[in-house]
């Protein structure tokens, strides 16, 4: 099926991706990336927060002010896309994560037990099921934790990442060891 995306308002930095349901099973279905419901019975599809983290984790630059902003609408839509490939459950974001930035899924456990070993530039894409975040490793002391809701990035020391999972809630990972 094709699909029609369109860029709508956008005054946030993780916007919603919405479905106008009377076009499901048609063979254009029209989606609209917008900060607000658009007007009428449209369905929130969800946030960009997992493909924007996989980008902002990709980014050689790590800036500290990354949001879906950071785009231009060709490169919205293609996010969209993205989206709408992975919004059946937070496996298939997992799955998309793995092939976004080249890494391996871990457990709660083994990302715990082996965080202190990773090295820096390591990318770690950290979510649950309903926001994700990108934690990437700068030094032997300190981690950038991106939030794609502020838009931002936090300079965290390793020794808190206990605090930064328990803070999010974090129960899924995927890590691209440097």
């Known amino acids: 099926m094709a699909n029609t995306i369109t860029v709508g308002s956008i005054t946030t930095p993780n916007p919603f991706l919405w479905v106008n349901p009377l076009t499901l099973g048609m063979p254009n279905v029209v ?21 924007l983290s996989s980008a ?15 785009f231009d609408d060709p490169g919205k839509i293609q996010l969209a896309q993205q989206v709408i490939a992975a919004s059946n459950s937070l496996a298939s974001q997992v799955t998309a994560a793995e092939q976004a930035i080249h ?5 709660k ?16 894409w950290a979510g649950n099921n309903v926001h994700v975040i990108g934690i990437y490793i700068i030094s032997d002391t300190q981690m950038q934790v991106y939030d794609s809701n502020e838009g931002t990035t936090t300079t965290v020391l390793r020794g808190n990442f206990a605090q930064v999972l328990a803070t999010y809630a974090l129960n899924a990972f995927v890590v691209a060891a440097a």
């Open 109 to 124: 456990t083994l990302i715990t037990n082996e965080f202190s070993a990773y090295r820096t530039g390591t990318k770690i």
């Open 56 to 70: 902002w984790l990709n980014n050689a630059k790590h800036p500290a002010q990354f949001d879906i902003r950071s």
């Open 103 to 107: 890494g391996t899924y871990k457990s």
């Open 31 to 51: 989606y609209t990336i917008q900060s607000t419901m658009p007007a009428g019975d449209w369905i929130n599809v969800g946030q960009f927060c997992a493909v």
